[in-house]
């Protein structure tokens, strides 16, 4: 099964959506403050979310797909 991971930063987290190649929300949702740690987080969560909410047990593929934005102020000179 394929699943597609979206790591967005918001307010100083990165927050994690996962959804299957068939866009069914897999319902895990984690964050941490860590991009690396929440790739790990994900890689260990998901496979026990697949299988509660869909009854899959098997390979999984993850793509990561990532979004970050930040707002730079200009300071006063």
Do not use: Q
């Not at 790739?39 to 979004?67: H, Q, T």
């Amino acid at each position: 099964m394929k699943c597609i991971v979206k790591l967005l930063w918001d307010n100083g987290f990165w927050h994690s959506v996962v959804v299957t190649d068939k866009n069914e929300n897999v319902g895990l949702t984690l964050e941490s403050g860590s991009f690396d740690a929440l790739i790990e987080r994900v890689k260990i969560a998901l496979p026990e979310m697949l299988e509660l909410n869909f009854g899959y047990i098997g390979d999984v593929s993850l793509i990561f797909e990532v979004e970050r934005s930040d707002d730079i102020k200009k300071e006063a000179s």
